[in-house]
């Protein structure tokens, strides 16, 4: 059996809840910093990406869970899913270097990381689509990942846009 709901089910549960717990918190502690996130490009599109990133891996965790699906259902459902937020996560930092974005914030080895976990989930759903085992393993991996790395992402953007104590 390629996917077995019920091996998978306690690993769904606990990164979409996670990432659900983790979503409020960043929206939070964003809304605290509203001002110097919008002010700044690579700030505004780090949270957009940062949120669009936590949503999908809540998205991919309750898509999985739904009863009913077999393998091919979730790779499709996982392609769709982490593709719409790769092309976020990436055209968000295209944007911030267009529009002039603070430059210590854009930094290109995070911006490859973050690329290399989706295009990694990308290729586990297309392998779990074609029937590959791997796929899936290969897929969860790089989605436990990718949340770790937006934790520090969203820690980088809240130090980033604290206010100056000297000020």
Same mark, same amino acid.
């Given at each position: 059996?390629?996917?077995?709901?019920?091996?998978?089910?306690?690993?769904? *549960?606990?990164?979409?809840?996670?990432?659900?717990?983790?979503?409020?918190?960043?929206?939070?502690?964003?809304?605290?910093?509203?001002?110097?996130?919008?002010?700044?490009?690579?700030?505004?599109?780090?949270?957009?990406?940062? %949120?669009?990133?936590?949503?999908?891996?809540?998205?991919?965790?309750?898509?999985? #869970?739904?009863?009913?699906?077999?393998?091919?259902?979730?790779?499709?459902?996982?392609?769709?899913?982490?593709?719409?937020?790769?092309?976020?996560?990436?055209?968000?930092?295209?944007?911030?270097?267009?529009?002039?974005?603070?430059?210590?914030?854009?930094?290109?080895?995070?911006?490859?990381?973050?690329?290399?976990?989706? /295009?990694?989930?990308?290729?586990?759903?297309? %392998? /779990?689509?074609?029937?590959?085992? *791997?796929? /899936?393993?290969?897929?969860?991996?790089? #989605?436990? *990942?990718?949340?770790?790395? %937006?934790?520090?992402?969203?820690?980088? %953007?809240? *130090?980033?846009?604290?206010?100056?104590?000297?000020?």
């Amino acid at each position: 059996m390629v996917y077995d709901p019920a091996q998978w089910h306690d690993f769904f *549960v606990m990164v979409g809840g996670g990432a659900a717990a983790l979503t409020g918190l960043v929206f939070v502690a964003m809304t605290l910093n509203a001002d110097a996130i919008t002010q700044d490009a690579a700030h505004r599109y780090r949270a957009i990406g940062t %949120l669009t990133g936590f949503a999908s891996a809540f998205v991919l965790s309750a898509l999985a #869970l739904m009863g009913g699906q077999d393998y091919r259902a979730i790779g499709v459902e996982w392609l769709v899913v982490s593709g719409i937020a790769a092309a976020v996560y990436v055209a968000g930092y295209i944007q911030a270097i267009r529009t002039g974005g603070s430059q210590a914030a854009i930094r290109v080895g995070r911006v490859v990381f973050g690329t290399a976990c989706g /295009l990694t989930e990308i290729f586990g759903a297309i %392998l /779990l689509i074609a029937g590959q085992k *791997v796929g /899936l393993y290969l897929a969860a991996v790089a #989605l436990v *990942v990718y949340v770790a790395y %937006l934790i520090t992402g969203a820690w980088l %953007l809240i *130090v980033w846009t604290r206010p100056d104590p000297t000020d």
